[in-house]
């Protein structure tokens, strides 16, 4: 199945008069990539028959794309406009727009380190310092969401500097698969990725047991792997919390400690000037 050469955008259609619309034949189907399978396009219409917009299931139908592809090809691009009525320029807007959604084949394991200014502060920057060189090489340190090793193989991993990664009481953090490994240290995280890299998959601080990229972005679409053999309830369970982010709760309830009741009437607002 070939797919139309150049910018996608140039095989749009013409715009059309409601009277030429009317008595025009009904448009070909536009070709699409065979690497959405028959699984694919199922689990496709389940996710848009969830809304009643259709255009509303663009985020989970981009993750599930990303399951397949392991990045939002153009391809991919085509495939959710299509899918969804949209154009190729709608749904590429989205999906640079959200960080998630890779634009360039990614690893079997994404690895986001903290950089934002708690986890700078307390070593963010030099763990993301020390992997680039380490995934790399201190000629040629590894960029921004580029992989080391072949994307998708067995132990190759996507590094990227993430901003706020909610976790400023466990700094400095960094995410596998958007799994937390909190207080980290620069060998602590060079040690995490040479397992990730040797094929093992470490437990996180907190959240699931480790996969891989692929399984979780079908996750996030909607979708557990009918082929793995473990129970998928059991595997995505897992703690959430750690004790650093609770300690304020429980130290109210160990003291008695309340928030005010809400009052009776909202307080009275100071009166705006006139205008004039």
């Known amino acids: 199945m070939t797919l139309p050469e150049g910018n996608p955008e140039a095989n749009a259609p013409a715009h059309v008069t409601p009277v030429e619309r009317e008595f025009a034949a009904p448009p070909e189907p536009s070709p699409v990539s065979p690497v959405f399978d028959e699984l694919t396009r199922a689990r496709t219409k389940e996710i848009i028959s969830l809304y009643p917009q ?11 794309v990303q399951s397949v592809e392991g990045h939002v090809s153009q391809n991919g691009i085509r495939y959710c406009a299509e899918a969804l009525g949209l154009s190729t320029a709608e749904v590429s807007a989205v999906a640079t727009f959200y960080t998630m959604y890779k634009r360039s084949p990614c690893g079997e394991h994404l690895v986001s380190v903290c950089t934002n200014t708690l986890c700078a502060a307390l070593g963010g920057d030099d763990i993301y310092a020390r992997l680039r060189t380490h995934l790399g090489s201190a000629d040629r340190p590894l960029g921004h969401e580029e992989t080391a090793g072949e994307p998708g193989t067995t132990g190759s991993i996507t590094l990227e500097h993430a901003e706020c990664l909610a976790a400023c009481d466990l700094a400095p953090v960094l ?3 958007y799994e937390y490994f909190d207080n980290q240290t ?7 990725v040479d397992a990730l890299r040797s094929g093992e998959r470490p437990q996180p601080t907190r959240g699931a047991p480790l996969t891989d990229l692929r399984t979780v972005e079908l996750e996030l679409a909607g979708f557990t792997d009918e082929a793995a ?8 369970e897992g703690p959430s919390s750690a004790i650093e982010s609770v300690r304020g709760a429980r130290l109210a309830e160990e003291n008695g400690w309340t928030a005010p009741a809400m009052p009776a009437l909202p307080p009275v607002m100071p009166a705006l000037p006139e205008k004039k």
Do not use: F
């Open 186 to 192: 620069v060998d602590s995280a060079v040690e995490l």
């Open 175 to 177: 995410q596998v698969n």
């Open 54 to 64: 259709s255009r509303s299931a663009l985020l989970p139908l981009l993750h599930l």
């Open 229 to 236: 053999p473990v129970d998928e309830t059991a595997r995505v």
